[in-house]
């Protein structure tokens, strides 16, 4: 029989080890999205049911390869391929989303967001275009060129929100359920886990203000934000880690980028894509509903990012909602802030990057006001400061 170990046991070890009575102050982790970190847990107040995805086995995507096509299940298109047959497709092709003729034998996603990027402004035609289609989801909620711009965790799941709140009263409230929610990962491991968990919290508030009970399809990708010229070998165990983030919150699909940046070729493409083929048939992280759901790290994580996101969300609205925010410049500035604070930490050594500020530590070549903007979003590397 093992002795039973209270609490008071454990705090009592660790002042022993760390030699204070002051422990907590010792191992608060610092962040940028102003979460209370613990430093360990031993109970969460109100444990999580099973948050569901709309998938039962997580989509691994890759980009169109003919070598690959009798492998790989889940393709994401740029331009149209003849004779596809079982595939998932995401149409990441505005023109070939208007153009492209659904066969029977497939499933089809758009990855097309009918939001402007600079001015916010809604493409209602667009969205009926896509909304008349046979497609099983239409229209795309992308807030991954918020996450590469800087945002925080909180600010993108708020912004998600916001924009799907303007389909639903632009197209009704069904469209909720026709939505591909694009989020991008970086390598902030549980925290990444308790984005996609606390975006699943947050959608189920909006869709029963519409007396909707609604799972959202959430399709991640790697982040470029934290990825490297220098070392490409780093940007693989970068993106490793992000997958199995997405994986493990519950994400209904899953793409990595290419792991070369601007110098990759097939080979390099191919070589990230199977990073998702090893995840899964190695580890078999795909195939769980919600495989962080009980650990009480991640449970508090959870529900400080959702409280933090629905906070972010009435914000918006009361400032007039996405589109007028994006009008006025007000979500750039934030954005920018946010960014820039970011950066400094990399600056600073506080977020660490391998072969970037540590092992080698590298100069700076640029200044941040050389590289974002308060007037409009920008995907910024945070590594560019040093190439």
């Known amino acids: 029989m093992f002795a039973k170990t209270t609490l008071s046991d454990w705090e009592n070890l660790v002042q022993k080890q760390l030699k204070t009575e002051d422990i907590y102050s010792v191992l608060q982790k610092e962040n940028l999205e102003g979460i209370t970190v613990r430093p360990y847990h031993a109970a969460v107040q109100k444990p999580l ?20 096509e009798q492998d790989v299940i889940a393709f994401l298109l740029d331009m149209n391929v003849e004779n596809l047959e079982e595939k998932s497709i995401f149409i990441n092709n505005k023109e070939l989303a208007e153009h492209i003729s659904p066969e029977e034998t497939n499933s089809y996603y758009s990855l097309i967001d009918v939001f402007s990027e600079t001015t916010g402004e809604m493409d209602r035609q667009l969205g009926t275009e896509l ?39 632009a197209f009704g409230p069904e469209v909720l359920d026709k939505l591909v929610f694009r989020f991008a990962v970086s390598a902030n491991y549980f925290f990444e886990i308790a984005k996609i968990r606390a975006f699943k919290l947050v959608f189920a508030q909006l869709a029963k203000e519409f007396d909707l009970q609604s799972v959202p399809y959430i399709f991640v990708e790697t982040s470029l934000r934290n990825k490297s010229k ?6 693989l165990i970068r993106s490793t880690v ?71 969300f009435i914000e918006m609205e009361q400032a007039g909602g996405y589109s007028d925010m ?11 802030t946010q960014a820039l604070e970011e950066q400094k930490w990399v600056e600073d050594g506080r977020l660490k990057l391998i072969g970037v500020n540590m092992y080698p530590k590298r100069e700076k070549t640029r200044e941040a006001g050389e590289l974002y903007s308060a007037d409009e979003l920008r995907a910024v590397r945070l590594a560019q400061m040093f190439e």
């Open 49 to 68: 049911s099973l948050l569901p995805k709309v998938e039962e086995s997580t989509q691994l995507v890759s980009r169109y390869n003919e070598s690959l």
């Open 326 to 336: 994006m009008k006025k410049g007000e979500l750039q500035k934030l954005m920018y």
């Open 242 to 312: 992000e997958l199995s983030a997405a994986m493990i919150g519950g994400a209904d699909a899953v793409f990595s980028n290419d792991f070369m940046l601007e110098n990759g070729n097939s080979l390099s493409s191919e070589v990230s894509f199977k990073q998702q083929i090893v995840l899964a048939y190695e580890s078999i992280i795909n195939v769980f509903e919600d495989g962080a759901n009980g650990s009480y790290y991640v449970e508090d994580l959870t529900r400080q990012l959702a409280a933090k996101a629905w906070a972010f």
């Open 230 to 235: 220098n070392d490409p070998e780093n940007n």
């Open 131 to 169: 909304l008349a289609k046979a497609f099983n989801r239409n229209i795309c909620v992308n807030v991954s060129l918020h996450q590469n711009a800087g945002a925080s965790i909180f600010q993108q799941l708020g912004i998600a929100l916001a924009k799907a709140k303007d389909l639903a009263e």
